[in-house]
């Protein structure tokens, strides 16, 4: 099993999380991959950096293969140099990142300008990999909702509503179509139907290679468990949505109509969780699938979603041990992050 979309810290954020520790936990969790976000501190922007971040995996020892994204800046000049430490670098680079809203770590192309520009460098330089989006357009935000206030949690997900993954994820898919971009646009983290939709209608159209990713809270949370006690602990970036918007975008997963499972994992401590977004992922991993399996998953369609369409859409070719984790997961971390209702596990 792989997890393509995990943030493992270290460097200046190692009270976070650290590679050390991610890739342990990937290890006991039965994973054989994980690919590491740029939006480190400091970001990972360039070759060196790159190398850097690799020699680090590469120390630990660990048998899981460690990949990494580079991130993508505004700086037209960066976007070819990033291309070109791509083109060094694959596999162990895996793909670029591009944060077409803000979240955590400074990484981010606001503007739809600038963003169909960024485009434009990367289908001149070449880039023909895969382009994984945090889709959301900051424009669609609603303010009156603001400023976040972690004593009421629910209204971060009325501040960045689903309208703004969706909008985000139209600009997206017309960018790529309309210059002919020949990588994969990957959709990451996606939480909405009428997201999904709109990534299956640009699949029916044909221009463009795209893919998207689940994560288990978007498969198994949803908004109204943020008015409970520590709510505050489930803030993200897409926020949770509402039950019903749950409960159908597992049903897309069972149909085959996400390509992949990404948990996300993105660890703060319990103080910076006060404000920061995101929550760990990779304990919960095998937990998650276990579940998928009760209801009725089969092997084939959990091999897929958590295997072959990953290295099939990266062109790497990771090997499959089909382990079985039994290693307790609970405590590795200071809390619960996931508060998964009873009923659901």
């Known amino acids: 099993m792989i997890d393509p979309h995990v943030h493992l810290r270290d460097w200046n954020q190692s009270h976070k999380e650290t590679i050390v520790h991610g890739l342990d936990i990937a ?11 740029p939006n480190t501190d400091p970001p990972l922007i360039s070759g060196s950096e790159i190398k ?19 991130g993508l800046t505004p700086d037209m000049r960066q976007v070819a140099e990033i291309v070109e430490a791509w083109k060094n670098l694959f596999p162990r680079m895996v793909g670029l990142k591009f944060f077409a809203g803000r979240s955590t ?37 609603r303010p009156e909702y603001g400023p976040y206030r972690p004593e009421a949690a629910l209204d971060y997900t009325l501040l960045r509503p689903p309208e703004s993954e969706l909008e985000s994820i139209k600009d ?17 983290h996606i939480s909405t139907d009428k997201s999904v939709e709109e990534v299956e209608k640009a699949r029916q159209r044909g221009i463009i290679n795209i893919t998207c990713g689940l994560t288990p809270h978007h498969a198994f949370l949803y908004d109204e468990l943020m008015k409970e006690k520590e709510g505050y602990l489930l803030k993200m970036n897409p926020p949770l949505r509402p039950k019903a918007v749950m409960e159908k975008m597992l049903e897309f997963l069972f149909q085959g109509k996400i390509d992949w499972i990404e948990t996300d994992h993105a660890p703060h401590t ?11 992922g990779l304990p919960f991993y095998p937990h998650f699938i276990r579940r998928l399996r009760t209801m009725g998953m089969t092997e084939e369609q959990v091999e897929k979603l958590t295997h072959t369409s990953i290295c099939k859409t990266f062109g790497i ?12 997961l609970a405590g590795e971390y200071e809390f619960d992050a996931f508060h998964v209702p009873e009923e659901r596990l």
């Open 105 to 141: 770590g400074n990484l981010s192309i606001i503007s739809p300008v600038e963003q169909e520009e960024v485009i434009r460098i990367l289908v001149r330089e070449g880039f023909d990999g895969v382009l994984a989006v945090h889709c959301e357009k900051e424009s669609c935000f």
């Open 52 to 70: 850097k971040r690799i020699a680090l995996a590469d120390k630990t020892g660990s048998p899981v293969f460690y990949g990494v994204y580079g």
């Open 27 to 37: 290890r006991k969790a039965g994973l054989s991959g994980v690919f590491d976000m």
């Open 270 to 280: 319990l103080a910076d969780k006060r404000s920061a977004a995101g929550i760990p």
């Open 317 to 328: 070719d990771i090997k499959n041990e089909k382990t079985d984790p039994r290693y307790d």
């Open 172 to 188: 997206m898919i017309s960018f790529t179509e309309k210059l002919r971009y020949k990588g994969t646009l990957h959709v990451c």
